[in-house]
């Protein structure tokens, strides 16, 4: 059993930028494919990046490529996700992940026009 909490969520203007954190307990994230996914109203749930074995390159949906980073920090068990450059369709609750097993309780981000 893993568990995930995130933060970082919140609401900001288009163009600004945002990072969420994810910290997971009971299993270290090295052993883990750590993922972010987001959900829009109305939408199903999408891949947004992962990152896997360290010294992997990590993955990205073609709608955030250099824009957003992922990136982990093992000793505090920790997963990022930077966001740049955000946009009024970034909007959605963000889910991290833990091998598309374990689920985090999610957090907002509302991008304004």
């Known amino acids: 059993q893993v568990q995930l909490v995130e933060s970082g969520g919140g609401l900001v203007q288009a163009g600004g930028s945002l990072r969420l954190s994810c910290t997971a307990s009971?299993?270290?994230?090295?052993?883990?494919?750590m993922g972010w996914y987001r959900q829009a109203p109305g939408k199903e749930r999408e891949f947004v990046a992962a990152i896997g074995e360290i010294g992997g390159s990590p993955n990205y949906a073609d709608s955030v490529k250099g824009r957003f980073t992922i990136s982990r920090d093992v000793a505090k068990n920790t997963v990022y996700l930077q966001m740049n450059s955000l946009k009024p369709e970034d909007t959605a609750i963000y889910y991290c992940?833990?091998?598309?097993?374990?689920w985090g309780q999610g957090t907002q981000v509302t991008v304004s026009s």
């Open positions: 992940s833990a091998s598309r097993a374990w």
């Open positions: 009971r299993r270290t994230i090295s052993t883990l494919i």
